[in-house]
């Protein structure tokens, strides 16, 4: 499916989601990537080893979710924009979830925007909680938003604007 769709399956998302069990401990990364080309920069930018060294450049990358502590760094480092972090905890309705966003124009903290599906279909209405823009990002802004707990696996983006 991916390869003809660009969209992954249910089964090829459920190989790198972490259990209900790990998301219930903290926020956790989410690397969807499923391409095995010559790549590591969520490697480096991995303080916490929670993102495992490659034994080979063109590897895919794999996640030790118990040393993963949800920091974000690797998100801005990925050239494909296939991470997320999600915090489960965040609240008992809601997770919080930080991805990478290198659209314009870019929403503002308590806005209202469009969640879409890896289609890029409309899912839900979703809060942004914070935008961080910084110089150290390179040009990849981060956007968290609060998804329903019902639907976190689903939404993959936002689109900003009319509702």
Known sequence: MLRTTGVPTEQEL???FPSKERLEK????????????????CYTACHSGGIRAFKNIIDLPTVDYE?????????????????????????????KMTIPFEFSPLPKPEDWVMGLNRNGKEVKRVQVLSVKNTKHLDKTPMISIAVPKGQFKEIRNIRVGDL
């Open 67 to 95: 040393e993963c502590n949800g920091c974000t760094l690797c998100i801005s480092s990925c050239p494909g924009l296939a991470i997320m972090v999600i915090d489960y905890r965040y609240h008992k309705d809601y997770v």
């Open 26 to 41: 903290g926020p956790v990364v989410v690397v969807e990537c499923f391409e095995t080309i010559p790549c590591n920069p």
């Open 14 to 16: 459920d190989a790198v």
